[in-house]
């Protein structure tokens, strides 16, 4: 006869012995992160940076899923999610308040020091962001930040706060339980969307409209659903991730980085576009056709403009290789330079951290040969 008074669950850091954990039945272990509480005899203490997103917006109407604006601060949006403190202790700090489209510089940098000043004293950090680039900031914060044990966990929305089934507060309430539960420690930069955890590293945008906005060729972390959270995995981090140490600057407006522009190819892609670009950066990245190809006279320019060119790719999936960088001279160290598996935002980002750190052509192919490119 099944005895109610003990619940069966499977505990991802088991899963290579196969053991279940026997756990006494209690009514109050309802919630999420009840088990962290328990075993710990205090709540964790998570850290809220809100930045703004879909997520922090206001409609016109209950049907208007868009035309919104950001209207919400971080404090509204979790006065909106009840029973919270029964999970966590909360700390929160508006960042900024912004669409995602406007995180320029002196943004990015308000994150990662509110990131790095909050790994010191809390369990867990949530950041609260638009989608549009969320991927973006996460993969410059998992390329500045060693995060050790705390998760680091993004959150945004697709249907702004006023919309009928607003996404937001359920993907809040779930990043919340994520960055506060012990089997996401050691994972890194999560990102925390529709029900699904997924590596801030490889996490990508790839439909601008439905709630299932993100996709991930590397394959998600696990899933939440009701209250649970189901790891796939024992916890890891990308293997590919290069670290970059940040100069830390008090004021966040002088923070600025190397230059770097992205163009598209595409037939009868100007090579006089390469010129008029690079007069106005350090660096350029191009979403290649294919996996690596130009037109034969734009990689001579390419080859020859004087800048680092990282070859990247207008296709969602797959990579660039090295083997179809153009060569015309083998043995000569030219400045062109294939992105492996990262988009053009993501080759930008990373280029634009080697060009901060002042890197040789020869050491920023290394950086990119992490990413299978080189
Ligand atoms: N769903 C969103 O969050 C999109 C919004 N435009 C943003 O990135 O801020």
């Given at each position: 006869m099944p005895n109610d008074d003990f619940e069966i669950k499977t505990i991802s850091s088991d899963v290579n012995t196969h053991q279940f954990i026997l756990e006494a039945h209690n009514?109050?272990?309802?919630?999420?992160?009840e088990n962290s509480k328990k075993s710990r005899g205090k709540l964790p203490k998570i850290k809220i940076l809100g930045t703004g997103g879909t997520i922090a917006s206001k409609g016109?109407?209950?049907?208007?899923?868009?035309?919104y604006h950001v209207d919400l601060t971080i404090q509204e949006l979790l006065d909106a999610?009840?029973?919270?403190s029964r999970i966590c202790e909360i700390e929160y700090e508006q960042l900024c308040n912004v669409d995602?489209?406007?995180?320029d510089e002196s943004a990015l940098y308000s994150i990662y020091k509110g990131i790095a000043d909050a790994l010191q004293t809390f369990d867990g950090i949530v950041i609260t962001h638009g989608t549009d680039t969320l991927a973006e900031t996460t993969f410059f914060v998992d390329s500045c930040i060693?995060?050790?044990?705390v998760p680091i966990v993004f959150v945004g929305s697709m249907?702004?706060?006023?919309?009928?089934?607003?996404?937001g507060p359920m993907n809040l309430y779930q990043a919340i339980c994520i960055a506060a539960?012990?089997?996401?420690?050691?994972?890194?930069v999560l990102v925390s969307l529709n029900d699904q955890i997924s590596a801030g590293y490889y996490?990508?945008?790839?439909?601008?409209?439905?709630?299932?906005?993100f996709n991930v060729r590397q394959g998600y972390l696990g899933n939440f659903v009701n209250n649970e959270i189901h790891y796939y995995y024992p916890p890891v981090k990308p293997v590919v991730c290069h670290k970059f140490k940040l100069k830390m600057?008090?004021?966040?407006?002088?923070f600025t980085f190397p230059t770097v522009h992205i163009l598209y190819a595409h037939q009868?892609?100007?090579?006089?576009l390469i010129d008029l670009v690079a007069k106005q950066c350090d660096g350029i990245v191009i979403a290649t056709?294919?996996?690596?190809?130009?037109?034969d006279i734009v990689n001579d320019k390419c080859l020859h403009v004087g800048i680092p060119v990282v070859y990247s790719k207008r296709s969602m999936d797959g990579m660039v290789p090295r083997a179809n960088l153009p060569k015309p001279l083998p043995e000569k160290e030219y400045n062109v330079i294939a992105s492996g598996y990262l988009n053009p935002e993501k080759s930008r980002i990373l280029l634009r951290l080697c060009l901060a750190e002042k890197h040789s052509i020869s050491e920023i192919k290394e950086v990119f040969s992490g990413v299978y490119g080189g």
């Open positions: 009514d109050d272990l309802k919630c999420a992160g016109a109407c209950s049907s208007h899923t868009a035309g999610i009840p029973d919270i995602s489209k406007e995180i060693d995060s050790g044990d249907r702004p706060s006023t919309s009928i089934s607003a996404d539960d012990k089997q996401s420690r050691g994972r890194g996490s990508t945008k790839t439909n601008a409209n439905t709630l299932d906005s600057s008090p004021d966040v407006t002088s009868s892609f100007s090579p006089s056709m294919g996996a690596g190809s130009l037109p």
